[in-house]
T-cell receptor, first 113, second 118 residues
Framework: QQPVQSPQAVILREGEDAVINCSSSKALYSVHWYRQKHGEAPVFLMILLKGGEQKGHEKISASFNEKKQQSSLYLTASQLSYSGTYFCGTANAGGTSYGKLTFGQGTILTVHP | EAGVAQSPRYKIIEKRQSVAFWCNPISGHATLYWYQQILGQGPKLLIQFQNNGVVDDSQLPKDRFSAERLKGVDSTLKIQPAKLEDSAVYLC????????????????FGAGSRLTVL
């Protein structure tokens, strides 16, 4: 089951903040966040494990609400380099789906000067 | 460390022709994935290998797609015969393992092979 991301697109000015959400209808064990720039491969940002922990990478952080089966990616004081498409990938455990990452449809983030 | 290598980067074929994509994962990565990314969509898993065994191929259209990973290293994805809807970027990714709890399944993607079917 593909996770659902919202919003589909965000347009920001440099220095503004944004939140991207990822929701799943299935119980999650981990959520991955990747960023893909146009014409390039997706690049790993961070992984969140069940337990509701929050992680950070420079001015990008994320949270994972295991009960709600949701994750949110927070981008603060956005920079031009943050532009790209952000994907969440969700993983379950057990059975044949073990370790399999299913990606959402992506959120296009555009940062203007 | 060297990244995930893929070739060719671009391929244009007519429908009903065949095509093959090659992937060389990061050295030591046991798990290899092939994803299909249609323009404007997220990557969709086609097949997942653990060493040279198939872990998941539930979304692979087996009537036309095939993949193998001989000796647990390089992998080849083949499409025969191709259809117009196969136009996409085929991404190969590798990871140390497939344990989502430890994070061992953090994926490193290759640059992708862009297929256009006319």
């Amino acid at each position: 089951q593909q996770p659902v991301q919202s919003p589909q697109a965000v347009i920001l000015r440099e220095g503004e903040d944004a939140v991207i959400n990822c929701s799943s209808s299935k119980a999650l064990y981990s959520v991955h966040w990747y960023r893909q720039k146009h014409g390039e491969a997706p690049v790993f940002l961070m992984i969140l494990l069940k337990g509701g922990e929050q992680k950070g990478h420079e001015k990008i952080s994320a949270s994972f609400n295991e009960k709600k089966q949701q994750s949110s990616l927070y981008l603060t004081a956005s920079q031009l380099s943050y532009s790209g498409t952000y994907f969440c990938g969700t993983a379950n455990a057990g059975g044949t789906s073990y370790g399999k990452l299913t990606f959402g449809q992506g959120t296009i983030l555009t940062v203007h000067p | 460390e060297a990244g995930v290598a893929q070739s060719p980067r671009y391929k244009i074929i007519e429908k009903r022709q065949s095509v093959a994509f090659w992937c060389n994962p990061i050295s030591g990565h046991a798990t290899l994935y092939w994803y299909q990314q249609i323009l404007g969509q997220g990557p969709k898993l086609l097949i997942q290998f653990q060493n040279n065994g198939v872990v998941d191929d539930s979304q692979l259209p087996k009537d036309r797609f095939s993949a193998e990973r001989l000796k647990g290293v390089d992998s080849t994805l083949k499409i025969q015969p191709a259809k117009l809807e196969d136009s996409a970027v085929y991404l190969c990714a590798s990871s140390l393992g497939q344990d989502p709890i430890s994070g061992a399944n953090v994926l490193t993607f290759g640059a992708g092979s862009r297929l256009t079917v006319l």
